[in-house]
Structures are given as C-alpha cells and as structure tokens.
C-alpha cells in the first residue's frame, strides 16, 4: 500500500514562540479548511493525505517520518536530565524561566511527560489512519502508544491517542507509570461559517520516590552493590523488583493528575466565491470577521504520599515531625479552573488569513482545595495579538500581550514580539525577537500552599523575566545558531528541601548553540550540537557552561529500495557544575552549591535506526561508557545527574513504529 503522508514536521524552536489559530488559507466545502483543497481525490485510491494543526498554530504540518534523531519519538527532550529512570522528576539543564503570566500551581518536574492543550493536533485525512507504537529496554521499560484518525465526514474529523510509560528502573522505588489520554475532534459547517474544536486531554502521573542514594562516594564503587537495585535509598524500604505495569500501588512517592477540556467555537463573517470546473461548482469563502468563544476546564491533583514515614529523615530535610513507624506522611492540592474567552479577529487581506487582528477578553475562576482551607479567586484578562505572514512566505511578523486587570494575578502581564524573514534558499532565514513578563510567582511558593512548608509566609514580589532571542538558519551549509538573553529580577526558587527564596537583584545570562552537519563522503555525516552558558552577575542558578551531543553515522540504503537506514555513535557530555538536588516530597529541584557533579566520561551510544516504507524501528545500546572490571567486569561506572542520583548501566532499548491506512 502506498503512503503518501510523510514528510518531516517542522520542529518548533524554544524560543517563547506562541501560535494563534486562524486554521487554514481559503476555505472550500472540500478542505474542511485546508488552502490546497481544489484537488479532487477519489476515496478508493491506494494512498492518502494527511495534515494536522496545533490548536493555535497558523501553519499546517505533515506527520514526522524520521529516524535520524531517537529524541524526536523519546518522551525526554535531548536537554532533560532525570532521576535515573524514564518517568521520574526531570528538568533541563539550559536556563529557561517562565514567561507566562497568570495561575501557575507551580508543579513542573513531571511536564516532560505531560500532554496539554498546546500539544493537541487536529487531524484532516482523506483515509481512516493509525499508528501503533511499542518501545521495550532494559528492566522491562516500556512504552506503549496507540493514535487513531478519521475523517468521519469531508468536514469533520476525530482523533484518539493513548500513552503508557512504565519503567521498573534499575535503583531502588524509582518505579514509574504514566497514563497520558487524548480526544479531538473538529467540525466545520457545509457554508464554512462555523467551526468548532472539540479536546479532552487527560494524565494519570506516578513516580515512586527514594530520596537518592545514602552515599554517593564509596557506594558506587563498592563490589557489594554490583547489583545496584540493591543500593541503599533514603525513603522507600526495601521493595521487591516488579514488571507488572498494571500494579498502581505507590507506596512512596508523587502522583499527579491532570484533565483539561476545551470546547472552541468560531462564527465569520465574510465574502462567498465559487471556483468553476467542467463537472461542478466549488465554493469559496472568505473570512473577514470572526467571533470565537473558548470553554476550559481544568482540573488537578497533586499528591505526596510516605506510607512508611520516617520521622528522622523528615525532620532533618524538612524540618517536620513524624510519629515514625508505619504511619504515613504525605501532601495534597486540588485545583480547578474554568476559563471564558471571548475574542473577535479581524483579517485584513480577504486572500491571507494568516495576517489578522485578534482582540479577547478573559474571565477565569480558580477553585482549590489546600491545606489552609478551600480558596477561591476570579481573575479578568485582556489580550491583543497581531500576526503577519505574507502570501510570499517572505516576513512572518507576531506580535502578542496579556494583561490581567483584576484578581489573584491582578497586574500580571505578558508581551512577546518577533520577526522572521526568509532570505532564499542560498541564504537562509534569520528570526529575532523581544519578550517580557511581570508574574505573581507560582502558587506553591504562597504560604496558603498545602507544599509550603515554612513557619512563617514570605512577602514575595512579582518575577519579572526579560528575553531577547535571534536565530539564523542556513539549510545549504546544514547550519543553525541560536543565541538567547536572559534578564531576571525578583527570581523565586528553592535554596534547599523545602526554603523559600528570592533573588532581588538583577542578573542575567547568555545562552548560544550551535548546530552544524558535516558530509563526510556520500553516507556518513557528522552531526554536533553545542549549547554555551554563561551567567553574569549573583545569579541563584547553576548551569552546564557547555553541553554537547555529537553523532557520526551512516544513513543512507545499503542498496536496497526500500530501505531508509541511519546507524552510528552518539556521545553527549556536560562540563561540571553543581547541579540542582532535588525536594521528594514536594516535587521540586533546588539550587544547592556544595557538590560538584561531573562526568567521569561522556555518554556514549551505539544505534541502528531504519525505515521499510510505514515501519520504522530504533534499536540502541546506551550507557556504553559505564564499562569496567568491578570484581568482575560490568556497566558499573554511572556519571551522576544530580546529588544522590545517577543515570543507569548499560541500557538496551528497542523501539517499533507502525503506520497503518484502514
């Protein structure tokens, strides 16, 4: 069966770009919506046509066909750091605070592993589509994923997506079980007036907890604990080994839950037209004025729990008491969320619908069950955004801001501005821009958070977080530099388990990377990518000055037709710097400045990548650096990640990916 749904899918860079919705170009019965809708295709043929968009994004993508690059498909982002496992607590290592004002309950370390509303895709599809993911590696790791589309008519289309992690992990009560549910749906009326989205985005978020190791010095290097499950931990027991990814029980540790619905509906006002052929008349219509109203529903659950509490290790890290023995020790928040948004576009060329002016109002309400009681706030928002990206594809002009009049964020804001322009095939494309923004910090820094434990509350003033950002890209030289500036006042954080602080001076840092391709002869290429950090000034935060992935590979045929191959080394290395440690029981990183944490050698990697037409699969051996005669030789030389915790042995991991045309 033919396929003709890939191509690569543009990857969005990290550079505080958001994306509004205008979904497509001129609007025919045909598309649903899409701008190339004038072909006509017959339902029977042997192919297909498919294309999604973000909720808010203006451009159209195609499904993601590569396998040069395992982190395209890995839940971890390249630049994340774990515990240990997959799916427990991560962070990157490149300096990146948050530039959106309004509610934040302030729970991060698990959003790796989170779907949301600004990873929704809306699907339009000629043919019924799916995909079914497996990936198995060492210690019974798995993740399992099922996605399903359809058209049901020309004009409306659902999606079904659903993701297990669950991984054992090789230390003690690091066990991980992530459910991630999604449900889309988009309809679009005959006279392409209407429109509406339909999303229901739901994650069941568990991570055992042990507190890192006892000893990081002598343990490891100890012949006794060769087996390194059987390392001593700091909370947790002793727990047997389990495989059973429909055991749930968490004995120690975090688990999260997150649901958010969202019902968005558009009304335009504007032109008809119709395009003549030899065998029928297709309409045309083109927007001028559209009225949308947005429903959102959140709902989260954040919980601690230590059914087998020890008191002295909770007195000493958090100042807190226990009964000890078998009784249990433990936090929860629940929060909910309604959002009314109501905003009116106005587009300006009847031909360019992604050139518009949108104005909106929002109203939230904010409900949460805390420790301090039940507590409830209203806040009011306006918010305006310009957006230009020429019919030439040559400037693509955005330009955004938030302002929340009254309530918990009363005086937050947000702005964001930024330009693109393409300079051709021979030189490429550039991007700058400027973002800014003024935020209450995140709730669980407010002393009537149920996670926060100081005797007393802390008068906080509002963050303020200054971003300048440019980019060059030149796909001809296979090169693209990327520089950030970061500006930070009133910077909130975490000095230790659980202490509250805040930076009241100005500091700032400056963040490069380059990324570059070398052909060395007709299939093998050498792929590198640096990033560069430097912080000036008294900044409370600690940062790799280097980080560095570089792949020599083979990626070509072999000779044969069908086959797409790409195979080679991979070695990542981070320069030393003291990494941030990290809070079990509230699910945060904190700054600490007395270990050190260094690589006794990079990360190394071998894989083999391939694709024969829909299938795809990733075989790799990772961890190859931790070779070495322990008594005995083993993969016992693990590099650290954080004080406590280290990144496993020897790693083997085999991944399939199979796309099916119903």
Not at 78 to 89: I, P, Q, R, S
Request: charged share 20%; net charge positive.
């Amino acid at each position: 069966m033919a396929l003709g749904v890939f191509a690569q899918e543009p990857r969005l860079q990290n550079m505080g770009k958001r994306f509004q919705n205008t979904m497509g170009g001129i609007r025919t019965a045909t598309s649903g919506g899409q701008s190339d809708s004038l072909r006509h295709r017959d339902k029977f043929e042997d192919s297909i046509t498919i294309s999604f968009r973000y909720l808010d994004s203006t451009g159209t993508y195609k499904l993601d066909s590569s396998i040069k690059d395992f982190y395209r498909r890995f839940p971890l982002p390249l630049t994340y750091v774990d515990l240990g496992n997959t799916g427990t607590a991560s962070r990157t290592i490149l300096f990146s605070p948050r530039l959106h004002a309004g509610f934040d309950p302030g729970f991060h370390a698990f959003d790796a592993y989170t779907w949301d509303l600004s990873t929704v895709r809306f699907f339009s599809t000629t043919r019924p589509y799916s995909e079914l993911n497996y990936f198995l590696g060492s210690r019974v790791e798995q993740i399992i994923e099922l996605m399903h589309t359809q058209n049901i008519k020309p004009n409306w289309n659902f999606g079904f997506h659903y993701r297990l992690v669950n991984s054992p992990g090789f230390f003690q009560n690091q066990k991980s079980n992530h459910n991630n549910y999604e449900f889309t749906s988009r309809y679009q009326s005959k006279a392409l007036r209407y429109t509406a989205y339909l999303a229901l985005v739901a994650n069941k978020l568990q991570a055992g907890e042990n507190g890192g190791f006892v000893d990081t010095t002598n343990i490891l290097r100890n012949p006794i604990y060769k087996q390194r499950y059987n390392i001593p931990t700091y909370i947790g027991g002793s727990s047997a080994f389990t495989s059973n990814f429909f055991s749930n029980k968490l004995n120690t540790g975090n688990s999260y839950s997150k649901f958010q619905l969202l019902y968005r509906h558009q009304y335009d006002l504007g032109k008809k037209d119709s395009v003549v052929t030899d065998s029928t008349v297709i309409p045309l219509f083109y927007p001028r004025i559209r009225f949308e109203h947005s429903f959102e529903l959140r709902q989260e659950r954040y919980t601690y729990i230590d059914n087998s509490a020890d008191s002295a290790y909770y007195a000493k890290r958090y100042d807190t008491s226990n009964t000890g023995g078998n009784t249990s020790f433990g936090f929860y928040e629940h929060w909910q969320i309604m959002t009314n948004d109501f905003s009116v576009y106005q587009f300006p060329d009847k031909n360019n619908l992604q050139q518009f002016i949108k104005l909106g109002v929002t109203v939230q309400h904010l409900s949460g069950d805390v420790s301090s009681g039940n507590k409830t706030f209203l806040n009011t928002m306006g918010h305006a955004e310009y957006r230009n990206k020429t019919r030439n594809l040559t400037w693509d002009i955005e330009a955004y801001g938030h302002l929340y009049f009254t309530g918990f964020n009363s005086g937050d804001f947000d702005a964001h501005i930024s330009l693109q322009r393409s300079l051709g095939k021979k030189l490429g494309s550039f991007q700058v821009g400027f973002e800014n923004a003024l935020r209450t910090p995140s709730f669980n820094f407010d002393s009537r958070s149920s996670f926060y434990l100081l005797r007393s509350a802390q008068s906080l003033k509002k963050e303020n977080n200054t971003h300048l950002f440019a980019s060059y890209y030149l796909p001809s030289f296979r090169f693209r530099l990327t520089g950030h500036y970061y500006l930070s006042t009133n910077y909130t954080y975490y000095r230790d388990y659980y202490k509250v602080n805040q930076e009241s001076s100005l500091f700032n840092l400056l963040q490069l990377c380059l990324q570059k391709t070398f052909k060395l002869n007709r299939h093998l290429y050498f792929h590198s990518e640096t990033w560069f950090q430097q912080k000036l000034g008294n900044a409370p935060v600690n940062v790799p000055s280097i980080y560095t992935r570089n792949r020599i590979a083979y990626e070509g045929n072999l000779g044969f037709k069908n086959l797409d191959i790409a195979m080679g080394l991979e070695i990542k290395y981070r320069s030393p710097y003291k990494a941030d440690g990290y809070s079990p029981a509230l699910g945060q990183f904190y700054l600490q400045d007395s270990i050190l944490i260094s690589n006794a050698t990079p990360d190394l990697a071998a894989y083999v990548h391939f694709r024969i037409r829909p299938f795809k699969a990733f075989i790799r051996a990772e961890n190859l650096n931790t070779g070495e005669n322990l008594q005995g030789f083993g993969f016992t030389r693990n590099n650290l990640l954080a004080p406590g915790y280290a990144l496993p042995g020897l790693q083997i991991r085999f991944g399939i990916y199979w796309s099916f045309v119903n």
